[in-house]
């Protein structure tokens, strides 16, 4: 896999597709790049999927071909369908084929789920691709001075704000430290200190738990918060400083202490009494999600229960993105699994109904929803707008960055005998096959996190070396970087309950600043934000790849350890200034190409000069390596 700066390219973004229809029958022009180091190709074909039947429509070199060793082909078909898949046929000059479709090129006939894929479905929001998401688990973030005067409930044991977290047993859910809103709005500064620009709060409404996943209620937030007003002053004072703010619902089940399943519990005539799947005539017998008991599951067939809930302007998904609230969007709780049960499958009316009210009621929200393994079938751009799955990106940074241990750590619910230790090949082809089925208006959106709430936290895995070379990942691939409150102090937990510490305020966050520099660059760059992604190289230990508009790219390179990469002066082009480097890394030219060495675990983001008229690719010059993150070696 080493030189993938050979091979042909096509990505879905606008360098590659640069109008996306929005109409069935709309004119698709797509371009594939094949570089001269692949072959001749003696004719091109894009095959489309119309009506579940192939067809292909031939294809032609450009017009103004670019120098340098590099051939465009371009082509057109008509939207044949909602979601329509695509690959293409290189028919090369010695007589073989071979095919091109998401997850590379192959000589073998690839599957039509590796097809590319294009949606006439609306864009997520034009503002959602520049944004970096900053994760909040609202009870461990900050405590503002009203929280001490709040009455804890008697469900709750209180913690002081040090004390030590309690991550296994039945006090778990229980231990409360008393964050809230108002203490978040006393923080915003530091969030602007990392550049976050979009907060993700998980649960805010009533419950029986410290992490609120149990709702009691959807049409409140919760007193020990700060109440409604709390909520109110949060988003405005987010907003007047340019950072939006998005909630967290759990459309699979609610809490057993929520109003509605205590309306139906016992009680077969209850307006509610279809809200749930019940296993006994007298409902009291019923279906929890994974059989916890606190966690009774939905039952999507129920037209009330969409009235109640996702369905309209009276919905609960409405009211808190409408005044006086103006969410800025949802991420959505187990969306994988909500309207699943046995020979039920209505994810889908439940996805597109919460899409169809997010856009009547908000101008230009976002929608988030979790899938914790592969998420391609739900994410074609028809309802939930981008995944937070594990997948794609966060199980192959860790089994590549992670330090060895000698005990397996069960992580994401994996319970390995010995935990994959991948090379940084793995993590491009990984990154490919999971992401390969989405339109590229999904793959702009997808959460790219490197630890949640759910998860341990990277730190205790990885020093701080690795974790800066994740965290420019995350900036750098397409997709939404994420950053858990208290990466930027390295906070460390060895699972999802252990890994939700209360930010350590006092303390110095030694990684901010780092966090601020690439939050910057991530924000100030439309090629990092709208970019296509090519592949240039990738080895045990380091890899390199593109983002890249017709007027703006930069190149990126990251590594684990000491590692050379090379790559010709065709597949890159002229560096024009070095915008963000962590670690030593060194960069040589000559007339066959460039040179990149590192001496350990490294990221480097250069701006390349671009030939926007002919599509080329260009010279390079030498730039210098700086220090990794401040005070850290």
């Keep these: 896999m080493h030189e993938l700066h050979t091979q ?37 074909s894009v095959r489309v999927v119309s009506d579940g039947e192939p067809c292909f429509h031939a294809m032609a070199t450009s017009a103004a071909q670019p120098d340098g060793g590099v051939e465009w082909w371009e082509g057109a078909f008509a939207v044949p369908n909602p979601i329509s898949k695509y690959r293409f046929l290189l028919n090369m000059a010695d007589g073989s084929a071979r095919w091109l479709s998401a997850d590379g090129v192959d000589r073998l006939e690839p599957l039509d789920a590796h097809d590319f894929r294009v949606t006439i479905h609306p864009s997520p929001p034009e503002w959602a691709s520049a944004q970096v998401m900053y994760q909040i688990f609202p009870d461990r973030f900050a405590r503002s001075e009203a929280a001490a005067r709040r009455t804890r409930p008697a469900w709750s044991r209180a913690a002081e704000w040090s004390e030590q977290v309690i991550s296994k047993g039945p006090d778990t859910q229980r231990q ?19 550049g976050a620009t979009l907060i993700y709060l998980t649960p805010f409404f009533p419950a029986e738990s410290n992490h609120r996943y149990d709702a009691s209620s959807f049409d409140r937030v919760d007193p020990l918060l700060g109440g409604d007003d709390a909520l109110i002053r949060l988003v405005e004072a ?11 619902l759990t459309t699979n089940h609610t809490g057993a202490a929520h109003e509605w399943f205590a309306a139906a519990y016992g009680d077969p005539e209850a307006a509610e009494a279809d809200f749930y799947y019940w296993e006994n005539d007298e409902q009291t017998e019923y279906v929890a999600w994974y059989g916890v008991p606190s966690l009774p599951k939905l039952n999507w067939n129920s037209e009330a229960l969409r009235r109640r809930f996702i369905d309209g302007d009276e919905s609960v998904v409405a009211k808190w993105l409408r005044p006086p609230f103006n969410l800025d969007g949802w991420r959505v709780d187990v969306a994988n699994m909500t309207g699943r049960l046995g020979a039920d499958d209505l994810n889908r009316e439940v996805q597109t109904a919460v899409r169809r009210t997010l856009e009547q009621a908000s101008s230009g929200g976002v929608l988030y929803a979790e899938s914790t393994n592969d998420a391609a079938a739900d994410f074609d751009g028809e309802g939930w707008q981008a995944p937070m799955s594990y997948s794609a990106f966060t199980r192959p940074l860790w089994h590549w960055l992670r330090s060895p241990r000698e005990r397996p750590l069960h992580h994401f619910g994996i319970p390995f005998a010995t935990e994959p230790r991948y090379s940084a090949a793995d993590v491009v082809a990984s990154y490919r096959r999971f992401t390969a089925p989405y339109p590229w208006a999904v793959r702009e959106l997808a959460m790219n996190a490197i630890d949640t709430h759910d998860t ?5 895995q990885a020093d701080d070396h690795a974790q800066i070379v ?11 970087p994420v950053v858990f409150a208290g990466d930027e102090f390295g906070l460390r937990g060895e699972n999802g309950e ?8 006092g303390e110095e966050p030694r990684l901010a600043d780092a966090y601020g520099r690439l939050s910057r660059l991530r ?3 439309r090629a990092l934000q709208r970019g ?21 790219a930069c190149l990126v390179f990251a590594s684990r350890a000491a590692a050379v990469a090379r790559v010709p002066l065709t597949a890159v082009g002229a560096v024009a200034s070095q915008e963000v480097d962590f670690g030593m890394v060194g960069v040589e030219s000559d007339e066959d190409g460039i040179r990149l060495t590192s001496s350990g675990p490294s990221l480097s983001v250069w701006l390349l000069h671009t030939s926007a008229a002919s599509g080329g690719d260009p010279g390079v010059a030498k730039v210098a390596a700086g220090d990794l993150v401040a005070g850290v070696r």
Excluded: K, N, Q
């Design 238 to 248: 987010a907003h007047a400083r340019g950072i939006r703010v998005i909630g967290d």
């Design 176 to 194: 409360v430290f008393g964050g809230d809103l108002d203490g978040i709005v006393d923080r915003l500064d530091h969030l602007e200190r990392i």
């Design 8 to 44: 042909p390219h096509h990505d879905g973004s606008a360098r590659y597709a640069p109008v996306r229809p929005t109409r069935i029958g709309d004119r698709y022009a797509v371009r594939v790049r094949v570089p001269a180091a692949f072959g001749d190709v003696a004719s091109m």
């Design 470 to 480: 994740a965290a420019g990942l995350s900036m750098t691939l397409p997709g939404t």
């Design 456 to 460: 341990p936290r990277f730190a205790h």
């Design 523 to 525: 924000r100030e760059s």
């Design 532 to 552: 296509g992604l090519r592949w240039l190289y990738a080895d045990d230990e380091c890899l390199v790849f593109v983002r890249e508009l017709e007027d703006e």
């Design 498 to 505: 252990d890994s939700r510490t209360p930010l350590p305020w």
